[in-house]
């Protein structure tokens, strides 16, 4: 089966900040790939498929780009919002794996 | 408004059985592939099973094949999870998910509140 990996596992940054997020896949899965924000104590919510398509509703400060093996989802300028743990899926085969999540917080 | 509601998860002995139901309302379900996804406590997400749309398709996780089985009644826009033989990893919260695709996955767009499983003695 194909890994997902993330990295950073966490990271803190002061508002107004551009974060970075990377997801690797162990083999190529093109750009069946999405990204989810899930808030404390919160249900999941897409925010990004096809590796760089933005959800209806999202803010435009989140992008993803990558294709292939290596993907990231960018936070133009950190918002306290944003504060989240978040996750890449990659959907070409299953199972549909999910990475082991980037916890993001305010510095 | 797209809604999922689920139902049907507690407390069950390792061993047990327990039947995970999900409602969907204020879409055509019968349209869409669904999914359950689980999140133990602490940890992270972990798709589980997806079903397409005419149940034509279905997939599962290697740690639940041969113990759980996914189904779907479209007539009563329903998503079920019947989870036999279960054991202490199994707990977690199980989240039905709705996916964008018919007939493949290619994203979890409106996601239940979630239902707890608890697996004890």
């Known amino acids: 089966d194909i890994q997902m990996t993330q990295s950073p596992s966490s990271l803190s940054a002061s508002v107004g900040d551009r974060v970075t997020i990377t997801c690797r896949a162990s083999q190529g899965i093109s750009n069946f790939l999405a990204w989810y924000q899930q808030k404390p104590g919160k249900v999941p919510k897409l925010l990004i498929y096809a590796a760089s398509t933005l959800q209806s509703g999202v803010p435009s400060r989140f992008s993803g780009s990558g294709s292939g093996t290596d993907f990231t989802l960018t936070i133009t300028s950190l918002q306290p919002e944003d504060v989240a743990t978040y996750y890449c899926?990659?959907?070409?085969?299953?199972?549909?794996?999910f990475g082991q999540g980037t916890k993001v917080e305010i510095k | 408004e797209a809604q999922l509601v689920e139902s049907g998860g507690g407390l069950v002995q390792p061993g047990g059985s327990l039947r995970l139901s999900c409602a969907a309302s204020g879409f055509t379900f019968r349209s869409y592939s669904m999914n359950w996804v689980r999140q133990a406590p602490g940890k992270g997400l972990e798709w589980v099973s997806y079903?397409?749309?005419?149940?034509?398709?279905?997939s599962y996780i290697d740690s639940v094949k041969g113990r759980f089985t996914i189904s779907r009644d479209n007539a009563k826009d329903s998503l079920y999870l019947q989870m036999n033989s279960l054991k202490a990893e199994d707990t977690a919260v199980y989240y039905c998910?709705?996916?964008?695709?018919?007939?493949?996955?290619?994203?979890?767009?409106?996601w239940g509140q979630g239902t707890m499983v608890t697996v004890s003695s």
């Open positions: 899926q990659k959907y070409n085969s299953a199972p549909w794996t």
């Open positions: 998910a709705r996916d964008r695709c018919v007939s493949t996955s290619c994203g979890l767009d409106i």
């Open positions: 079903i397409s749309s005419t149940s034509s398709a279905i």
